[in-house]
């Protein structure tokens, strides 16, 4: 079935983290991440991701509780599997929680979380998450033993790390660009077939986006801080169009492909 199966539409999740990190630099309320969030709805995204880091770094407490009220789209929240985070995922009961992998020291997230080591506490960190009505996603390498585990503590959707994908086509590594996009391509639809929804993110710009958003079994890609950079120079309302566009020419043929086979 996954082989021939196109999500109808490949969703796209922009993260607003780093307009918090840039208001953070120097204090004070701007710019806002919830004006930003704003700005990304009515250029089109079909969801907000928001990382609420332990350490607060960029989105706050009282940006969560602001996006949680004002939103009209999903808000998808990224946290570690703390029981601080669980905690308040269950007071908010965002659409969405996705468990990443958290170091103080990383600048960014590095990789995908080890669900395979960790699965009889990861079991029951999500059971009274899904209980409150939000998806839960594991923040994976594209692995077959990560997927079994996402299987085995009942999170019904898996998104991918495309960063060494990324890093690749950015150093035009053509050997391992190809190598990567084939592991996120097997990844999606073995997700799939096991039953679960893939998405991808991490790393996504213009220039790598279109071989990612072409693999059919995506249902969404999430992605942020080229976005905000990018919305520097062109605004983040057309940034975000921007992208939109390229994912929705990149999955065109997959779409054709897949009512062919009706």
Do not use: Y
Not at 26 to 32: Q, S, T
Not at 41 to 58: K, P, Q, V
Not at 234 to 242: F, N
């Amino acid at each position: 079935m996954s082989e021939h199966f196109a999500f109808k539409k490949l969703r796209l999740g922009v993260n607003i983290d780093h307009v918090a990190t840039i208001r953070n630099a120097r204090g004070g309320a701007h710019p806002d991440p919830v004006r930003a969030a704003k700005i990304a709805e009515a250029a089109g995204a079909d969801g907000i991701t928001a990382h609420l880091r332990e350490d607060r770094r960029h989105i706050r407490d009282e940006d969560l509780a602001l996006l949680s009220a004002e939103l009209h789209i999903p808000l998808n929240l990224e946290m570690a599997a703390t029981e601080e985070m669980q905690a308040i995922a269950l007071r908010w009961h965002p659409h969405a929680v996705c468990l990443v992998p958290e170091k103080r020291e990383e600048r960014t997230t590095e990789g995908g979380l080890d669900a395979a080591r960790d699965t009889n506490r990861l079991r029951d960190f999500i059971a009274p998450l899904r209980e409150a009505g939000s998806r839960v996603s594991l923040f994976i390498e594209p692995d077959e033993a990560q997927i079994e585990a996402a299987l085995r503590v009942d999170a019904p959707v898996v998104e991918l790390h495309t960063g060494t994908f990324c890093e690749a086509v950015e150093a035009g590594e053509a050997a391992s660009v190809a190598n990567e996009l084939e592991r996120l391509r097997k990844a999606a639809a073995l997700a799939l077939e096991a039953g679960l929804e893939p998405h991808a993110g991490h790393g996504l710009t213009f220039d790598s986006v279109g071989p990612v958003a072409a693999i059919p079994q995506l249902a969404e890609l999430n992605i942020g801080h080229f976005l905000i950079g990018e919305g520097v120079f062109m605004g983040l309302g057309p940034a975000i169009k921007e992208m939109r566009s390229i994912m929705d020419e990149a999955r065109a043929p997959a779409e054709s492909a897949d009512r062919d086979t009706d």
